[in-house]
């Protein structure tokens, strides 16, 4: 649970995750029916482990503070959770705590980690509670805690997820922040005063679930949750009752997945950000669904899988379909159920634009290509049955595994006699050998491996130097391979330049949809205090620092699913670090044929591009975020695919569509398809920020993008069969998808993030 780094020396051993084979569905790491299930837990196993000797989580890069607390529980700090006492204080210890009677508040983002934990019980408030960098927040999920705002409550907020301490106080650079399994309770507070349950203003790589909010029925004043800034990817199962607002969002981009509204005045307020994705949404009683018509510039919406009942309209919106200049509040409405008297979707001024019908497969409203500005156009999305459950996309909640005991637990560091070394995790001991063997007997007795806070190196003679014959450093599973392998809060990372690194390589597929998944795991590159990729990239010419060959590569026989994943090349150091200007070869590639569910991901500043999907069949993604490489485009020393060359055994694009010295074209992709089947994209947020920027300096006039600083965000190649594309927002570019035929472009289709284009359907 704690988040671990598995970081890669440049000559990195392979970790391999493997299973056997016909393992029955749900169980992690090869469970069989007659092992791990023989009790059901009574308490948590995560407060059971050793948590203060050798198997306690370790922040290696404090100096000589081997005892710094990664892990807290609250009750320590002297919370009561009773329900009367104030427990204001002692939680925001617990949270704050750098263990020698100071602050994590302000100092550094990734080496003073904290996972806290907070017990049943029903914890009082009366002033906000703050969220650090760098923390996980996770209740019991068998009894889960209440934070509860007292009568006598001072403040706004009752919890900001945020946290101030980062570069002007932007929740873009919050980074590393979870929340899962409360209770967030506003009821004691008038209805009609303005109260936030949870501001939840922060960046990529940040993750909420499991979360239910209970606020006064009938309420002018309580919002649930509020993004009010920020970059975050994902906001996943989320239970929210009463209150005038659910949600209320203006961050970036974001997927909601399996969030429900009961009793809301508003469901969703969409009244700034730029792209979402409501997914699996349910609407109870409410008011009205969405309302988009606040202040703000939504580009596009897409409603998913969604249903109504008892409810006013499903959306509301701006009509832009007259608008002289940008056109905005585009919607996609998908497999929405629908029931009750009213209409579906009204403009702004209650003008019926979708009329009153029980099931929509595919509504548009909004630019579609080929075509024009659709004004209410009906279309039928052809779905593969293989990515479906339900008659819905498959989804699955981050797994907490609270039905298992300690004894069904294995904390990596406490297991000994496969090698001569045990598992350190210390960033310096090479733990390669030990933590197969051990993950392969874990696999094999249907034990869950449990790593605490750490940086696990692993090396060996394998050298990860050789761009020309890449290899994975991690993978899940041999080729052709049918298990389990669940992995969750975890960053994987190189320690050094590494030219040959695939940093995670997915082989397996499941039995069952969910039995390869991974959750809250993150794959960066540079930035941070662990890698020396943090200092030694400080050149403008990035061709010193070729630093991975790819991220993540799903190979054709893989079958995953994943939900929040970020893909980070550095772009700034986030702590003691050098100019980051990092060429690392590849993104997200994906070759897989089986079922792949990719919900809330987002990939940034890659060379070649961020996403390629080639050849690749049945494919869902929900919500995709990419930045290009800042230092690419107009200015740089090296036009795409340079640094690096083309290789075709990947599918890389080879730009030879582009002239030699075209520094706008010779740019990596947001994404590029090339051929493939049964292709399901929901909400593209392919934004174009600079160019040529290689010192760091983000408010220099020479390097910000304007319109055409980039010639070609996205791409279609290769014929792919049944592609369906809806929500795609670019910012800053000529041509929003180069296909060879209509090359749709924001003149054409200007909307979003300005300069910007939407393009709601690209069929």
């Known amino acids: 649970m704690s988040r671990g780094v598995l970081d890669y020396d440049s000559s990195a051993a392979q970790i391999v995750l493997q299973d056997s084979k016909h393992v029955n569905d749900q169980k992690p790491l090869g469970a069989k029916d007659n092992e791990t299930q023989a009790s059901i837990a009574t308490s948590y196993w995560l407060d059971q482990q050793d948590h203060s000797g050798s198997g306690r989580g370790y922040a290696p890069f404090l100096g000589s503070y081997y005892t710094y607390p990664v892990y807290r529980n609250v009750k320590s700090y002297g919370a009561a959770g009773d329900g009367s006492t104030d427990d204001t204080t002692t939680l925001q ?10 602050t994590r508040y302000k100092n550094e983002v990734s080496t003073r980690p904290a996972l806290v934990f907070v017990p049943g019980g029903t914890y009082q408030l009366t002033k906000q509670l703050d969220m650090r960098l760098n923390t996980i927040l996770v209740g019991d999920p068998n009894n889960m805690p209440t934070f509860k705002a007292s009568a006598s409550f001072q403040g706004s907020t009752l919890i900001n997820g945020a946290d101030f301490a980062t570069e002007g106080s932007s929740g873009t650079t919050n980074f590393f922040i979870a929340i899962k399994n409360i209770v967030i309770d506003t009821t004691s507070i008038n209805k009609d005063n303005t109260i936030t349950a949870l501001n939840w203003g922060v960046a990529q790589a940040c993750h909420l679930t499991n979360i239910r909010i209970q606020m006064p029925n009938d309420s002018k004043g309580h919002t649930g949750i509020d993004l009010n800034q920020g970059s ?43 792209t979402a994705v409501l997914q699996s949404a349910t609407v109870d009683t409410c008011a009205i669904g969405v309302d988009t018509t606040g202040a703000g510039q939504l580009g596009s919406l897409v409603i998913l899988d969604s249903a109504s009942t008892n409810s006013g309209p499903m959306v509301k919106f701006k009509d832009s379909s007259n608008s002289g200049g940008d056109r905005n509040d585009q919607i996609v409405i998908e497999n929405l159920s629908f029931s009750g008297n009213n209409p579906v979707a009204i403009a702004s001024d209650g003008t019926v634009k979708l009329a009153n019908m029980g099931n929509i497969d595919t509504w548009v409203w909004g630019n579609v290509n080929p075509g024009t500005y659709q004004t209410g156009k009906t279309l039928t999305t052809n779905r593969s049955p293989e990515l479906l459950s339900n008659e819905k996309f498959f989804t ?4 907490t595994y609270k039905e298992y005991t300690t004894d069904q637990i294995v904390n990596v560091k406490l297991v000994n006699g496969y090698t001569s070394i045990s598992v350190k995790g210390d960033g310096r001991t090479d733990d390669s050998a030990s933590l197969n063997a051990i993950l392969a007997q874990n696999a094999a007795k249907g034990k869950l491996s449990y ?5 696990y190196i692993v090396k060996s003679t394998f050298a990860f130097g050789n761009r020309n014959n890449p290899a994975p450093v991690v993978m899940v599973g041999r080729p052709g391979e049918t298990g389990v392998a669940q992995i969750q809060d975890m960053r994987l990372t190189v ?8 940093i995670l390589q997915v082989n397996m597929a499941g039995s069952q949809p969910g039995d390869v998944g991974f959750w809250n795991t993150h794959v960066t590159v540079g930035g941070t205090a662990d890698t020396n990729v943090n200092v030694a990239c400080g050149s403008p010419n990035t061709a010193s620092c070729l630093a991975a060959f790819a991220m993540v590569y799903l190979t054709s026989s893989s079958s995953a699913y994943i939900e929040n994943m970020w893909g980070w090349t550095a772009d700034h150091s986030l702590e003691r670090g050098d100019h980051q200007n990092i060429a690392t070869g590849r993104g997200l590639l994906v070759e897989a044929t089986k079922p792949t569910w990719l919900t809330g991901t987002g990939f940034e500043h890659n060379t070649l591009y961020n996403y390629n999907l080639h050849n690749a069949q049945n494919i869902y993604a929900g919500l995709q975020q990419t930045e290009t490489a800042y230092w690419q485009g107009a200015g740089s020393q090296q036009n795409a695919p340079g640094p690096w060359t083309a290789n075709s055994a990947f599918g890389d694009p080879d730009f030879s569509w582009c002239a030699d010295g075209d520094q706008t074209c010779r740019m990596g992709f947001a994404q590029n398809i090339d051929g493939g089947s049964n292709i399901y994209l929901y909400g593209a947020a392919f934004w174009t920020f600079f160019h040529g920027e290689v010192n760091t300096c983000y408010n220099c006039p020479e390097t910000i993008c304007g319109a055409n600083c980039i010639t070609n965000q996205a791409r279609v190649t290769g014929s792919p069969r049944n592609l369906y594309w809806y929500g795609i927002d670019t910012k800053s570019a000529t041509v929003m998808v180069l296909d060879g035929n209509d090359n749709p472009d924001q003149y054409h289709n200007p909307g979003g993030w300005s300069p910007g284009g939407v393009l709601q359907a690209y069929l």
Do not use: E, H, W
């Not at 210890?93 to 100071?102: K, L, T, W």
């Not at 790593?451 to 940086?455: C, D, E, I, R, S």
């Open 93 to 102: 210890n617990a949270i704050n705590d750098d263990g020698r009677q100071g």
């Open 232 to 274: 975050t990817t994902i906001v996943s199962d989320i239970s929210i009752v009463g209150g005038a607002v659910g949600i209320r969002n203006r961050n970036q981009q974001v997927n909601f997945k399996n969030v429900s509204f009961k009793y809301c005045t508003t469901g969703l307020a969409q009244s700034g950000g730029f």
């Open 396 to 399: 699955m909640a981050q797994p």
């Open 451 to 455: 790593f605490p806070y750490g940086v």
């Open 495 to 502: 320690a050094d330049i590494a030219p040959g690194a695939i």
